[in-house]
């Protein structure tokens, strides 16, 4: 099979742009998750053009109006009301923006923290690597959503406090990651080429380490996101996420659990957009993980 | 000028102090066995061995990755342990086995072959990219794979990036581990004849690693042959390949499969006795 | 004859087109007989091999006007019949040992699975055979090896266990890929003349793929030298190594550096760069690096009849002494 990868080598060669851009075409589940999560962008991105409502105007007479599919419902309100008359829809609309941020914010802060011990851990070896391993572990051993609970309830609640949170909860994937790349890395001649040479730690790390694990950041950070966004809105829906009247989710599923019986699509409908975007994201971080490995380029 | 040899080891060992378990010190490993040896201009040593005789440790401890555990590295009559990398670097370039790996796949051609300089602090961006641009000419590559990634080339343009990158420091001495041992024998001649040619336009001195006993005939004017950790013989590359002494040598030429056709494979009758007798021989050590 | 391939080609699917990975290769290996297949890397010489197995990517297709085993269509053949075959009446060395041994497993219990695998054998008889092939490919101690772990064993040992393996049922044909290059230069040679040693009393077939010329010189009986998928060269040993003729082969035997030539000076070597496979070319392959090149290469070229088995898919064969450029 060497001899099929040797050609496959030379044929990206040929026209290395073409036949990545191919890939990520041929790639089904990929290009799904990237459109989901694109769409997702756009509501958040675009919200105050998309929706129809201000998302906190109440209107108490037009309270749990139902959607457009089931009787009483109208296209006034496409998605329905809830229990203040507010728009259903302009509030999912918002809400891109509250999990897209608790996403992108943790990923980048627990990313920062994740990569720091992970390049540390690999590159270092020896101690510092034990060290690194024993926080790894012990980061482990703490039950997330507890003690985000416990943090919120001290701090108070609110978006920055999520964010930080979580950044600080969920940076042992990418320490993880990090450190076993940044360890296959260090053995690596390029590496002690730049030794060699006379390059400082710092120089060997910015220049021949950090730019070869962008692939790995980037698929991490994505799975990342995704648990970021379910933890905001279970912590949310506990009331202890983001505080309301931010149209978060999760928060929209807390609110209308009330109304089960009754108004299930309260429910329902931020629970479908809730799903489709953590699979979105979830599809986009394997499919990227798919395309980006040298062993995916069959 | 001074004429003391570029580099010089003397009776230099290296042990490798066994791993520390819970079970305790495991014994430690002899890699290098008082090894003395001097690489003095106009110099090609070939450096012989199979794996596990020591000719890598021995590279590392040349390079001053490895500290001998005795002996001294002496580098223009100065130990190498008082020296900073850089000096080291300045005297000694060094080229890899596998062209595919000592280049960093994320940067580009020139920067990769610019990068000594500027870890130097050498010139201005500018100059260092002319001298790049200089350098990869010299080597025989094509400006065009300036702005190029190492994974758009092939092998063999592959270590002609290497060798520039090696050479663009201007060192007197260049250490090749295996440089041809991953290509094909087309290119593997195309390089061979660059680093011959090199050796003429800056003057160099070469130690070349390899176990290819055509290589180190065709590029070598003296050869150590590398033994369980001691050079078992040391002589002119001539006087080597014509009258071999250490029996290890004579085994590693008979080994040597050269176009000969019909003559089929040699029976060595390697066994036990045959080993325990080379390890007992003395060591020949002329020049 | 044991086997016979006529027309083989094998196509690989990448994302830029269709790689032409082999073109009509054909070939035939007797009992006995030993047929080398030599190139550089990315010539075709081990897609050929996995394709004899059945063992091909998914990616490639593989069409041949003929390919039979012992008179058997092996294009009919069911994958079962196929893995009935495979490791039984058909085996294979491979370079890296560590690839055909399973690191979980004791090296006993990997050489008795393949035998009981094909034969209906006893764990008894299993085990005396492999202990007696173990004796054969030189391991002392067989008994207590049998307990041992791969990575318990040397490279040079694994690959002696690995080539036990492939005999242990009475292969016909031996398909070896490289199977030394990744061993030290006197192991090398010992496990070489240990496999043809066994090959000649077991009267095996075997076909070796390699790129080692010096190698080719000393076990071949028939040789074919393939450059960019395609057949260049084909010949028995004495008359290729004599009068190699197609310039390519001439200028591989001139590259490789050997008491021959004069010591220090720079050797012949072929310029420019093996062409991608990926557009179908039509003349000569070999054009584009060729010191001899003309106009008339441009057209298809067939191998050309030189006489005695002897074949070169070149036009000026006849045309006296090539003279192979030095560059650098």
Known sequence: MTEASAFSAESSKVNATKSRLFRWLRHGSLMLGLLIFVTV????????????????????????????????????????????????????????????????????????????????????????????????????????????????????????????????????????????????????????????????????????????????????????????????????????GVPAPLPSWGLMISEGKASILFEPWLITIPGVFLFALVLGTNLLGDGLRDVMSPHGRN | MTDKPVLELSNVSHEYRGRRGIFGQSAPMLAVDKVSLRVERGDILGIVGESGSGKSTLAKIMLGLLTPTEGEVLLDGRPAGSMTRRQIAE??????????????????????????LYLRGEGTSAQRQERARKILDIVGLPLRFFEAYPNQMSGGQRQRVAIARALITRPKLLICDEPTSALDVSVQAQVLNLLLELREEFNLMYIMISHNMGVIQHMTTRVAV????????????????????????????????????????????????????????PSFIAS | ???????????????????????????????????????????????????????????????????????????????????????????????????ALNPLHTIGRQLLDVYRAHRKASRKEAKERAIYLLE?????????????????????????????????CEPELIVADEPTTALDVSIQAELLRLLIDLQKSFGMGMIMITHDLGLVSRIADRVIVMYAGQVVETAPAEKLFTNPSHPYTRALLGSVPDPSHPRMKPLPSIPGTVPSLLNRMEGCHFLDRCPLASDACRKPIQLQQIGGNHEARCIKVGEGKIRLKVVA
């Open chain 3, 136 to 168: 054969q490919v030189g391991i002392t101690n067989a008994v207590q090896r049998l307990n041992n772990y791969p990575h318990e064993l040397s490279g040079g040992m694994r690959q002696r266990v690995v080539i036990a393996m492939a005999l242990m």
């Open chain 1, 41 to 240: 962008i756009v509501m958040a991105v675009f919200a105050p053009l998309l929706a129809p409502y201000d998302p906190y105007l109440q209107s108490l007479p037009a309270r749990f109006t139902p959607p457009v599919w089931l009787p009483g419902g109208g296209w006034e309100h496409p998605l329905g009301t809830d229990q203040l008359g507010r728009d259903y829809l302009s509030r999912i609309i918002y809400g891109a923006q509250i999990s897209l941020s608790i996403g992108v914010g943790t990923a980048i802060v627990s990313g920062i923290i994740g990569t720091f011990i992970g390049v540390c851990a690999g590159y270092f070896g020896g101690k510092v690597d034990s060290v690194a391993m024993f926080v790894i572990t012990a980061r482990l051993a703490m039950p997330v959503i507890l003690v985000a609970l416990a943090v919120v309830a001290l701090a108070g609640s609110s978006l920055t406090v999520v964010m930080l949170t979580l950044g600080f909860l969920l940076w042992d994937r990418f320490a993880l990651v990090i450190r076993a790349t940044t360890i296959q890395l260090r053995s690596s001649e390029f590496v002690t080429a730049a030794e060699l040479q006379g390059a400082s730690v710092l120089q060997i790390i910015g220049h021949e380490i950090l730019p070869n694990l962008l692939n790995n950041l980037i698929v991490v950070a994505t799975l990342e996101m995704a648990q970021a966004m379910i933890l905001e809105a279970a912590l949310s829906f506990l009331g202890l």
């Open chain 2, 226 to 281: 590398m033994y369980l950790g001691r050079i078992v013989e040391m002589n002119t590359s001539k006087r080597i390949f014509e009258e071999p002494r250490h029996p290890y040598t004579q085994l590693l030429l008979n080994s040597t499969l050269t176009v000969a056709q019909g003559a089929g494979v040699p029976d060595l009758k390697v066994d036990t006795a045959k080993r325990e007798a080379m390890r007992e021989h």
């Open chain 2, 91 to 116: 005297r000694i370039g060094f080229i890899f086995q596998d062209p595919y790996s000592s280049l960093n796949p994320r940067q580009t051609v020139g920067k990769i072959v610019a990068y000594p």
């Open chain 3, 1 to 99: 004859m044991l086997i016979n391939v006529e027309n083989l080609n094998i196509d690989i699917a990448t994302a830029n087109g269709t790689l032409a990975a082999v073109q009509d290769v054909s070939f035939c290996v007797s009992k006995g007989e030993t047929l080398c297949i030599v190139g550089e890397s990315g010539c075709g010489k081990s897609i050929t091999a996995l394709s004899l197995l059945g063992l091909l990517p998914k990616v490639a297709t593989r069409t041949a006007r003929a390919m039979t085993f012992d008179g058997v269509d092996m294009q009919m053949m069911s994958k079962a019949e196929l893995r009935a075959l495979r490791g039984n009446r058909l085996s294979m060395i491979f370079q890296e040992p560590m690839t």
